[in-house]
């Protein structure tokens, strides 16, 4: 199931605390309009939307693990 999100997605998500999809959601708006750089405010918005576009049953099952 997490083939839904990129590895750079993931490790965005791991950045916040994973136990609550609405709590990311709300964490990453929150940082959003502090970014200075393009690429992560598009990364960002693309990890917001995804989430938006899953249930919190789908959010609970996902492992979160930071790649490199």
Same mark, same amino acid.
């Given at each position: 199931m997490n083939d839904k999100f990129t590895v750079e &997605?993931? @490790?965005l998500i791991c %950045?916040? &605390?994973c =136990?609550?999809?609405?709590?990311v959601i709300s964490d990453i708006k929150k940082? %959003? =309009?502090h970014l200075n750089d393009g690429e992560m405010v598009e990364?960002? @918005?693309r990890v917001v939307a995804k989430l938006d576009n899953m249930t919190?049953? &789908?959010f609970v099952v996902m492992e979160f693990v930071v790649t490199e």
């Amino acid at each position: 199931m997490n083939d839904k999100f990129t590895v750079e &997605e993931v @490790n965005l998500i791991c %950045i916040f &605390e994973c =136990k609550s999809r609405t709590k990311v959601i709300s964490d990453i708006k929150k940082v %959003i =309009k502090h970014l200075n750089d393009g690429e992560m405010v598009e990364l960002s @918005n693309r990890v917001v939307a995804k989430l938006d576009n899953m249930t919190d049953k &789908e959010f609970v099952v996902m492992e979160f693990v930071v790649t490199e």
